[in-house]
């Protein structure tokens, strides 16, 4: 079938993206599904720094590539051996599929699915191979998902069924943002009641991690970033305290406000700098996090003998460390019952075509979570 989709033709085109366009949004071709797949008809698909880091080369990707992570949408067709799945079916794409036979999938681990991180890194389904083509050519997936599209052929097991009765903009929010930023709380970081937590980088998935932190009872959720009006964002979430990390004296500024630094610091910038900012602000016998993605050239110094002396722990988290099926539902029930306004992530929702304007916007710093509408 002829599809509508954003591809970007080659990495690393400079900005500003509404000029240099280096997503195009153009007419190709979608196979129908396979053993184990799912034809979806996407109705809202999230931008993420994750998306903009291949169009900037800080993670170099396969191209023509259709780009897009973190989508929900409505199940159209079901290829063979897939029973639990129907048209119809409302549904929340997940960036890492799992096999569930791998050594991490069997120990509970689906975010480190081997054949799955294979797949992505190869551009392809899990099941091998391209469903996207432009003039017989393939034209290669985003995280085994590609939905910055109006369709999209994927993996039963990038796939979450839902209720038919969240709205779909907010849904899509959970595949990337919410599993990641506030799965980092809950299942990496265990952000305990009456401790003190930092989050590091105030995008979609920072602020997530703050509204996850006041779920689990944090005493403390200092909010950290360089832009004041993040800051602000970050206040109106909950956050108890803000620090601007340009300011010369913030570390000595967080450990003073939590009494010698925080039990758990949370960074989700890409950026080795803010993530030694977030190991600098934690305590003796404390634990930093990062879900950031650096450029895999960067390196991270740090003073190794206080991973020891200090009983210090640092660590990733991918995907939230989580288990989707488990945890998107958890967070769509925090959300119902308002203890998790999603929604207010959402700063605009655009059409597909405007999506290089969405990418500028994005690196400047004005937009938290941009959401393409396909309705519009």
Partial sequence: MKIKAAVLEEIGRPGPYAETKPVTVQEIDLEAPRKGEVLVKMVAAGICHSDLSVVNGDRPRQTPMVLGHEGAGVVQAVGEDVTDLHPGDHVVSVFVPSC???????????????????????????????????????????????????????????????????PLHIAALMGCAVLTGAGAVFNSGDVKPGGTTAVVGLGGVGLAAVMGALVAGAEKVIAIDRLPEKLELASEFGATHTVNSSDADAVAAVKDLTGGGVDVALDFTGNVHALRFAYDITRRGGTTITAGLPNPKAQLELPAVTLTAEERVLKGSYLGSGVPSRDIPKFLDLHACGRMPVEKLMTHRIRLEDINEGFDRLHDGAAIRQVIDFTL
Avoid: W
């Fill in 100 to 166: 569930g036979h791998c050594g991490p999938c069997q120990s509970g681990r689906p975010a480190l699915c081997e054949p799955g991180a294979a797949a992505n890194g190869r551009g392809e389904l899990l099941s091998g191979g391209t469903r996207l083509s432009r003039n017989g050519e393939p034209v290669y997936h985003m995280t085994g998902v590609s939905c910055f599209a109006d369709h999209a052929t994927v993996s039963r097991r990038s796939l979450i069924k839902i209720d038919p009765r969240i």
